[in-house]
């Protein structure tokens, strides 16, 4: 579940009702990632004014992190409703290599090592 106990589904259709609204509808799937791209660079352009050696102008608007990666979730449910994939099978399958194929790729923490047993 995500924000305000929303699924990804409810995610997706929450965005497709929204982009059904319009007779333009969904944009290309290429249109879509050169919009992924470009909500990418802002979202690098937000953290590094926050976490690189890059401040901010005075004259620079206020953005936060969260509203960027909030642009690039919206684009990029666009694009999966775009295409019919069901984000949550996408990430069911990727948890599923992720837990199999590289699942001794990382050091783990050891049980009881940060106080909990």
Request: contains cysteine; aromatic residues 8%.
């Amino acid at each position: 579940m995500l924000s305000d106990g929303k699924s990804m589904k409810e995610l997706q259709k929450e965005v497709d009702t929204y982009i059904s609204q319009f007779k333009e509808g969904y944009f290309s799937p290429l249109a879509m990632l050169a919009r992924l791209t470009e909500e990418l660079g802002e979202l690098a352009r937000e953290i590094n004014h926050y976490y690189g050696e890059k401040p901010k102008k005075d004259t620079e608007t206020k953005k936060e992190i969260d509203e960027e990666l909030g642009d690039m979730l919206f684009v990029l449910i666009c694009l999966a409703n775009s295409l019919n994939i069901d984000l949550e099978q996408a990430h069911d399958a990727v948890m599923e290599k992720f837990n199999t194929r590289d699942k001794n790729r990382w050091t783990r923490i050891e049980q009881g090592s940060n106080g909990n047993e």
